[in-house]
């Protein structure tokens, strides 16, 4: 079965340092993988998708994630943390070969140290 | 405005009562999904619409019944509503099966 891992419940950074959050995931074929991010109170806003093609991904906020099939892992990064990114963080893959039906994993929340 | 909007924004309810969430979207999207979300378990599908007249369930349908006679509305409801239904649900369309989806602001639903 399909499955999305993210192991880190929370994490706490201070602003200005590098963020790295972990995904995953468990699929037999090429998956279809997303980062959305959620604000307090808000909806779930795409951070940034992979479908094919290049496996380091360009997002927006300044975030990147890439693809890594041989660890089956899709992890998100950031060079330097604003405290605006304090947020929780969803890794998704896309059930059964499809890209808007997804498979969530359970979060990660991210604080931000000033 | 469009986009995809989601109402009531807060509910509560009593154990047993039949209550209607709805969604509405404004892009004719062909696609348009309900998930739920809790905590330990983040988002969980719970049932889906390709197009008018057209449902299937996800990974979580007991207890919850939808129908989608116009393509811009999605409506779930919950017939009975149980404890164990309070959670936030989130509507979410998309375009077309291999394009992304875009999500509402959710509703976060009390069964007292």
């Known amino acids: 079965a399909q499955s999305v891992t993210q192991p880190d419940i929370h994490i706490t950074v201070s602003e200005g340092a590098s963020l790295e959050l972990r995904c995953n995931y468990s699929?037999?074929?090429?998956?279809?993988l997303f980062w959305y991010v959620q604000s307090p109170g808000q909806g779930l806003q795409l951070l940034l998708k992979?479908?094919?093609?290049?496996?380091l991904v360009q997002g927006i906020k300044g975030f990147e994630a890439e693809f890594k099939r041989s660890q089956s892992s899709f992890n998100l990064r950031k060079p330097s943390v604003h405290w605006s990114d304090a947020a929780e963080y969803f890794c998704?893959?896309?059930?059964?070969?499809?890209?808007?039906?997804?498979?969530f994993g359970t979060g990660t929340l991210l604080a931000v140290q000033p | 405005d469009a986009g995809i909007t989601q109402s009531p924004r807060y509910k509560i309810t009593e154990t047993g009562r039949q209550v209607t969430l709805m969604c509405h979207q404004t892009?004719?999207?062909?696609?348009m999904f309900w998930y739920r979300q809790d905590l330990g378990h983040g988002l969980r599908l719970i049932y889906y619409?390709?197009?008018?007249?057209?449902?299937d369930k996800g990974e979580v349908p007991d207890g919850y019944v939808v129908s989608r006679s116009k393509t811009e509305n999605f409506p779930l409801t919950l017939e009975s509503a149980t404890r164990s239904q309070t959670s936030v649900y989130f509507c979410?369309?998309?375009?077309?099966?291999?394009?992304?989806?875009?999500f509402g602001q959710g509703t976060r639903l009390t069964v007292v």
């Open positions: 892009w004719s999207h062909s696609y």
């Open positions: 979410a369309s998309s375009a077309y099966r291999d394009t992304e989806a875009f």
């Open positions: 619409s390709a197009a008018a007249d057209i449902t």
């Open positions: 998704a893959v896309g059930y059964g070969g499809a890209t808007n039906k997804l498979i």
């Open positions: 699929y037999g074929a090429t998956p279809y």
């Open positions: 992979y479908f094919s093609g290049d496996t």
